[in-house]
């Protein structure tokens, strides 16, 4: 990774989750096995998740439970998203006190003037 901000900077070498998939099934040739498999090393993230797939003992269901699970993340990214919208930022919070603070005190210093005033 060239440039430690861009934390996704190597995405061209990602294999997608069809790849993976096919590679559990495997419904692809030997060329492409030996290209997933060095992708895989090279990526400890992607490896992790080719174990879990061949782990699992239903293939035939492995697509719904793949489908269930980005739809669950996306619920769940989802909602912590809208959490993060409601939140008031610090700066308008030090605004509203600096405004606040500055209606007391002319409050004050109006109270000050009519009791110096009246007595």
Known sequence: M????DILSDREE???EE???KYVDDSTSDD???L???KIHSNPFESDALQGLLQVQNKTQLKKQVNQLNQKLQQITGKRHRKQKKKID???IIFITVILLLFVFIICY???ILLR???
């Open 14 to 16: 990602q294999i997608s």
């Open 110 to 112: 109006a109270m000050f």
């Open 90 to 92: 610090s700066s308008e």
């Open 117 to 119: 005033t009246v007595g």
């Open 36 to 38: 997933i498999e060095l």
């Open 2 to 5: 060239a440039d430690w901000k």
């Open 32 to 34: 492409e096995k030996r």
């Open 19 to 21: 790849d993976l998939l």
